[in-house]
């Protein structure tokens, strides 16, 4: 696990440097409120409407606990301004090892989801409550890794093809691209291969280059 969550954060880092090459000293760059805004969307696909009939959207939860990963790592590698890059790094994949060496017991969601949205709104980083949430929809740390190496893909693929600029395209051939990413994930085994191989896939499908 402690190797696995060092390739996150090391990839997260390079992610956000791509965008902004000193992210880490950017103070307009709130990550807790991206958190916050996430948390929110997760507890709208869950279903918290008590006057009309929901069915929770499992899929869609576990897609957003991905999404507040992205940002709670970028919070907690801003949490050592005195370190190196390097310690601040190794501290973080402490901290977040030691949050979820051991699988949670089940529990209720809303009450969950509404804690960590809690905590974002302090500038708090909800390690327990994390853990907590995904035992709550079933969401394994293997599964976690998986969809984070698939996002992060996704998020250079988006960049690589005028997400900035404005020109990407979303949806493709009237499925967005996170339905593709779900396909190039279920196609390829979770090896060192695993990264190379969804952007390939992505390359493949989207409209420009078909």
Request: glycine letters at 4%; a negative charge.
């Amino acid at each position: 696990m402690k190797s696995q969550l060092r390739e996150m954060f090391i990839m997260q880092d390079k992610l956000n440097a791509a965008i902004n090459a000193d992210w880490i000293n950017d103070a307009s760059q709130d990550w807790h409120c991206a958190v916050l805004v996430e948390g929110a969307e997760m507890i709208d696909h869950y279903g918290w409407k008590w006057w009309k009939h929901q069915v929770p959207d499992i899929e869609q939860v576990q897609l957003e606990l991905v999404d507040i990963w992205h940002f709670l790592m970028s919070a907690q590698l801003r949490q050592y301004p005195e370190l190196t890059q390097v310690q601040a790094l190794e501290k973080s994949v402490d901290a977040w090892y030691e949050a979820l060496k051991e699988p949670a017991a089940k529990a209720e969601f809303l009450p969950l989801a509404k804690a960590l949205v809690g905590q974002a709104a302090q500038s708090k980083i909800a390690y327990t409550e994390f853990n907590q949430l995904m035992a709550s929809v079933d969401f394994k740390f293997a599964d976690l890794y998986k969809w984070y190496i698939g996002k992060n893909v996704l998020n250079y693929f988006r960049q690589d093809n005028g997400y900035k600029d404005g020109s990407y395209i979303k949806v493709w051939n009237g499925r967005e691209d996170n339905e593709y990413l779900a396909d190039a994930l279920k196609a390829n085994a979770c090896d060192e291969q695993l990264a190379d191989n969804v952007y390939k896939s992505l390359s493949n499908a989207y409209p420009t280059n078909s």
